[in-house]
């Protein structure tokens, strides 16, 4: 093989690339290969950083992942604001939640309940005081609460500066996709090592260690053990940015997350102007088509809530593929052959987890154990048959 690498990672996304950038950083050689950017998740997301609004019962290991990676964050954003001269849009006024009727104030009191058990600030208020920390919120609302433990990034400005800082600090980006993983050794995958990757229309890379971190379509990059190549799912999501008329001042401060008569809505403000409206979230496979009944539903309820989203600008309408698995929680580790890595599945949290997912890769391709809180996230959860560890 005339090209190798310390490593190659299969995918361009958030993950990839901040594994890719760190990984370099800690003195790899790494190839990332990814066909396109286009309409990856990591462009589509909110850009939300929200371990504290996305807790739900029953998922407290994954609520721990995503407070260790809410800590690493701003360390992160800082070296890559740094590294590239670029500002991502770090943001942390706090999430509120709100309720439009008494039915969804009910069931945002028990989660504040739950919230509040696992140790998670929350300030209830009544619509009074939520419309005085956002005073275009509809008097209709029923009330609500403040999650200050929440943020959110510009989540395209973040990528953008990851393929920027990788690139600087030596990582190839060819633009192919991994059509193979090469293995020596090992008949039934026992004691079997990656030996590289074949690309659809560039050949093959040597290498001793590779990443699968191609989001939803992971499980579609042959050479997976059996069990993780039905592990990881696209979940849809269609999702509208919103941007101010010229002179407008900003309509929000907060994230906004509301409950309409059942229906979830969120509204994300960035220092640019933009707004953020999502998002669906259907089980639908790889489709990314934008339908009207999604654009009219979450206009709907976003209007409900703040009456002046109307004099927004609609600038865009977009879906994306969240990879989901049947746990909600990532994958991330060793599996199959030696030097196989696998760092995907992150589902509706991919963003927020970048940064320390991009810890665990690195700590496992340089021989260290990484965070405890990753432990209950490896691959083999989804590994049953012998021989497929
Ligand atoms: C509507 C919506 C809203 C969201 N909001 C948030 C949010 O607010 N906060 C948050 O943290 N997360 C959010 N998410 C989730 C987040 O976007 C994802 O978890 C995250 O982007 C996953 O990143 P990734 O790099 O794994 O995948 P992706 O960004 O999907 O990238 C995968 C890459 O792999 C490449 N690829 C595929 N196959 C191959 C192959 N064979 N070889 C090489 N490359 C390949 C693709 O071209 C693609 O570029 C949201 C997602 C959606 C859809």
Redesign the pocket.
Known sequence: MAVTADVVI????????AIAWRAAAAGLDVVL??????????????????PVSEALFGEGALLRVNLLALARFPSFAAELEQATGHRVGLRREGTLAVAYDAGDYAALTRLTAFRRSAGLEAEELDSRACRKLESFLTPDVHGGVLFPGDW?VD?RRY?AALREAAAAAGVRVVR????AILTAGGADGGDARVRGVA?AESGEIGSDRVVV??????G??PGLPAGLRSAVRP?????LRLRHPDGMPPVLTHTIRATVRGADV?L?PRADGEV?V???QEERGPDLTVTAGAVHDLLHDAMSVLPVTSELILAET??????GTPDNGPIVGGAGPGGLLL????????????AATADAAVACLTGRAPAPEWEPFGPGRFLTRQGER
Not at 33 to 49: K, R, T, Y
Not at 176 to 179: A, I, L, Q, W
Not at 318 to 323: D, Q, S, T, V
Request: glycine share 16%; net charge positive; hydrophobic share 45%.
């Open positions: 299969a995918g361009g996304g958030v993950i990839g690339t290969a990814d066909p396109a950017h286009g309409d990856a998740a990591s462009l589509v997301a909110a850009g939300m950083l929200a959110s989540n990528a192919d996709r991994v059509t690309l971190a191609a989001g939803s379509w992971s579609a990059v979940v849809k999501g269609q999702l969120y994300v953020i999502g998002a669906t977009c879906a994306g593929l969240r990879p760092a995907t599945g992150h589902y509706r949290n991919g963003i927020l987890m970048s």
